[in-house]
């Protein structure tokens, strides 16, 4: 029943996260056109669908692409004027429209091949040497209206309900412990085709998470770090690599089984389940922190369960097993794979926690989380 309220409010997390985003970038659309249509109304001015279009392509999911994306239009529109004139005065005259083309499409292409953000130089650059000399005032007012349009999107994007990539990156963070967490319950479950797929797609989701995380932390301009100061990237590096600690730990449970018999796994299979709760409950925790900022650290800590469960297939292999069999071999993997899901939940913590979060907990933290490491020690 727990596991089926957890799949429900993730679902429903997922559906409001959505539809929040869905009705944010739809208002911040509508504003930003409804600006531009005003302004070019307002001063009199031509090519109004002009505006308009720039405003709607402006508008991105996050607020510091839409910056991005607002002043390469401006630069664009000024670098397209710049060439659509040095190709007007080059070759002037209807009959080299083509070599007035060729001329403004060719440095509009390799200034775009630079810098990618400049990509609009070429609409405005070829936009004005389609026209002869006489046409262009209404392409410098073309041009104009390109600015406005981006302009209003700029704004609104900044003004009404703004979001910025930092945001987005930590609650993509989030997104992708969750998928860490659903990986986890799937460590202690057989293995047939049903399962093999369930885990392929908890993979797929993971590794899209991941990737569209990565896009939205390069596009961060304001506050692209998290309290703790570690930066967005390397959050997400941390992320990965507890997400291949949990699939070392999935593979060696599955793989090792046929080395291991059953005096062995009835030893060893109740600690992996233990193990297996303390790092979803320590998942939940980080996932908690970087919400709302206040965690619920599991007891006993994951180093401590981590810990004991490392001890007894130990001890089990000290009295019980051969350095060169199958299952001292098997035993000494499934150790290996607790120490890299130990590490990889601590460099996670290590780069989340910050001072403030940690600090007000007092003891409490330090007891219920053997994961995050002494500061003190960390700093020096």
């Known amino acids: 029943m727990l596991e089926l309220n957890r799949r429900i409010s993730q679902l429903t997390a997922s559906v409001r996260g959505t539809r929040r985003d869905a009705l944010r970038l739809a208002t911040q659309t509508a504003a930003a056109s409804a600006a531009a249509y005003l302004v070019m109304i307002a001063f009199g001015l031509p090519h109004v669908t002009w505006a308009v279009i720039a405003a709607l392509f ?46 403004a499409a060719a440095a509009a292409g390799g200034i775009a091949a630079i810098w990618p953000n400049l990509n609009y130089v070429g609409v405005v650059a070829v936009v ?75 993979h797929a989701q993971f590794l899209s998470t991941l990737e569209t995380a990565r896009q939205t932390a390069a596009e961060s301009w304001f506050k692209p770090r998290l309290a703790s100061g570690a930066t967005l990237r390397d959050a997400l590096r941390a992320v990965e690599g507890l997400w291949h600690g949990i699939v070392i730990l999935d593979r060696v449970v599955s793989d090792e089984k046929r080395f291991l018999d059953e005096p062995v796994l009835s030893v060893i299979r109740p600690t992996i389940e233990e193990v297996r709760q303390a790092a979803c409950a320590q998942a939940d925790a980080l996932t908690s922190l970087l919400d709302h900022g206040h965690p ?50 601590t460099e996670v913590a290590r780069l989340i926690l910050s001072d403030a979060a940690t600090s007000g907990s007092g003891t409490e933290v330090a007891e219920g989380n053997d994961l995050r490491l002494n500061r003190s020690q960390t700093r020096h």
């Open 296 to 345: 619920e650290w599991p007891r006993p800590s994951l180093a401590a369960v981590i810990r004991r469960a490392r001890q007894t297939a130990l001890e089990f292999l000290t009295e019980h097993g051969r350095v060169d069999d199958d299952r001292s071999r098997s035993v000494h993997a499934l150790v290996f794979a607790l120490d890299e899901v130990e590490r990889s939940f």
């Open 128 to 202: 004005m040497a389609l026209h002869p000399d006489p046409e262009l005032d209404n392409s410098l007012l073309r041009a104009l209206a390109i600015m406005i349009g981006a302009v209003a999107g700029t704004m609104a994007s900044l003004v009404l309900w703004p979001e910025f990539g930092a945001r987005r990156t930590v609650k993509f963070v989030e997104t992708a412990l969750e998928h860490v967490r659903d990986l986890l319950d799937l460590v202690v479950r057989s293995v047939d085709a049903e399962e093999r797929r369930e885990r392929d797609a908890v």
């Open 58 to 103: 402006t508008i991105h999911p996050n607020a510091d692409s839409t910056l991005w994306t607002g002043l390469g239009r401006l630069l664009s529109t000024v670098i397209g004027i710049a060439i659509g004139l040095v190709s007007i005065m080059a070759v002037g005259g209807e009959e080299y429209l083509l070599v007035r083309l060729l001329i």
